[in-house]
């Protein structure tokens, strides 16, 4: 639970604001009355989500040798979930209200909530929800597939996956076997996921439908220890590249009794939320567990052959396993500013900013001719807009004073914007300088501005923006 002495109320209502109002996240079904604990990103959080996990990709698969993607199916085989417990056993304690029927988990309550159908009655009377005792609630979506399935059918039963790590586990032999890895090597899995949360709730961090990001890394068992250690390095270091510096992040050791079964070491990353502490990311080292289940459930043989040793063994694995969505989370809360530029004895003037890291701002530079009623300006404009559009992710913008235009490009993160302006066009500079062929970019932390040639632009912006 989130301590609430380090809550920020005020500051995640102006967040959750901005996020609906500049097209980052909007409730899902809203126009119905919203799907409780669903999201649907919009035009500038769908670019923001995209280049997190481009950025996640890159730095885990792309940039290493020994590390391979997958992409499982979301219906996952009854039996996958058998072999793995979750099903009869993946489930919460729940308690519900009898007066207001609200249901809540019973090992998230600190104190009895206040019951809402007991709000009007006279002072000094009790308030309080009348829970009744725990019971498991199941957290997998059932389904049924086939046309003519039957209930009574066992085969016709599947789930909506509760997690991307078993859909790595049932087909780690096959990926073994057509790439020919060696120990140690890792399977990455970009993924949706779905748990039937009994209280979802803070936004986005705690959804029904979510995504993760994924590492199942195989090895020796002699290395699983020192590997857990290096991933736990290597992950606090992803998230300050992507604008969540060291400071916010806390690592929790998770002590034994405490852990999964079937974890012998466990690594909890948690981002000082506006509402408090909260997880990011789990680096757990899961022994041999999952492919040993799946090899006794299945009756078919998953161990790993070593060529060099002739030893036949199962790997053990560690995995680092991120929210997606968490880890948007914690981008935006980072990036929120609200900075006071307030001159002595002027009017009072605030300007809020969204201080993306280049690499995953959702725009990477704005376009804006100075006038738009000059074409010749206008004209230009479009020439550098066609310069950078098939590289990066570009806004033009030629509405409203150039400064208001600036503000707008704030709020949304962009950190380059770009003014084509007379001097452009060939009119000289307050000292006469020559700044034909040149535009004016506008940094979005700083504020200030320089020249550069627009044959130099590309190039410029490519190397800031990685």
């Known amino acids: ?9 005020d500051r995640m209502e102006k967040l959750v604001s901005l996020c609906k109002g500049k097209g980052f996240i909007f409730q899902s079904g809203e126009l119905y009355g919203g799907l409780n604990g669903c999201w649907d990103y919009g035009p500038l959080g769908t670019e923001l989500k995209r280049n997190i996990k481009d950025f996640w990709w890159r730095k885990n698969v792309l940039e290493r040798d020994e590390i391979v993607g997958m992409d499982g199916s979301i219906l996952t085989h009854q039996a ?21 029927k609200k249901r809540f988990r019973a090992d998230q309550l600190e104190d009895i909530p206040s019951c809402n159908k007991k709000a009007q009655l006279p002072k ?11 019971k498991e609630f199941n957290l997998m979506f059932q389904t049924k597939m086939g046309a003519s399935a039957d209930d009574d059918d066992p085969n016709a ?4 996956r509760p997690e991307t790590a078993q859909t790595i586990f049932v087909q780690y032999k096959n990926v073994l076997d057509s790439t020919r890895l060696k120990l140690p090597f890792g399977i990455a899995q970009i993924g949706k996921a779905f748990r039937n949360e009994i209280n979802p709730r803070n936004y986005t961090f705690r959804s029904r439908e979510f995504e993760q990001m994924e590492i199942e890394y195989f090895c020796r068992p002699e290395d699983g220890l020192r590997l857990t250690e290096e991933w736990l390095e290597k992950r606090l270091k992803f998230y300050t590249e992507i604008g969540v510096p060291r400071e916010k992040l806390h690592v929790l050791d998770i002590p034994d009794g405490e852990r999964a079964h079937y974890s012998e070491k466990t690594y909890d990353i948690e981002y000082d939320f506006p509402f408090g502490q ?8 899961r022994g041999a567990y999952d492919v040993s289940k799946h090899q006794e459930h299945s009756g078919k043989n998953l161990e790993y052959f070593d ?5 036949r063994f199962i790997p053990h694995v560690v995995e680092p396993s991120a929210g997606c969505d968490r880890t948007i989370l914690a981008v935006l809360c980072e990036a929120y500013d609200v900075e006071d530029l307030t001159k002595e004895g002027g009017k009072k003037d605030e300007r ?37 559009q098939p590289h990066m992710n570009i806004f033009y913008d030629e509405t409203a004073a150039i400064g208001r235009r600036y503000r707008r490009q704030d709020e949304v993160g ?13 009119e000289k500079g307050p000292d006469g300088e020559d700044f034909t062929n040149t535009v004016t970019v506008r940094h979005r932390d700083s504020m200030e501005q320089e020249r550069v040639a627009i044959d130099e632009l590309l190039p410029w912006l490519m190397q800031r923006i990685v």
Do not use: W
């Open 157 to 160: 039963v599947a789930y909506l």
């Open 414 to 426: 962009t950190p380059f914007c770009i003014a084509i302006d007379f001097e452009t066009l060939g």
């Open 278 to 285: 909260q997880e990011l990311e789990g680096i757990a080292y």
């Open 307 to 311: 060529a060099e040793t002739k030893e």
């Open 80 to 100: 996958i979930l058998t072999a793995s417990g979750h099903v009869g056993g993946f489930s919460d304690p729940m308690v519900d209200c009898k007066v207001c």
């Open 1 to 9: 639970m989130a301590n609430k002495d380090q809550t920020d109320t």
């Open 124 to 134: 000094g009377e009790d308030k309080n929800c009348e829970l009744t005792e725990p």
């Open 352 to 388: 809020t900013v969204m201080r993306f890291k280049p690499c995953i701002a959702p725009i990477k530079a704005a376009i804006l001719p100075l006038l738009k009623n000059k074409p010749e300006l206008v004209e230009k404009a479009k020439e550098v807009k066609q310069l950078l």
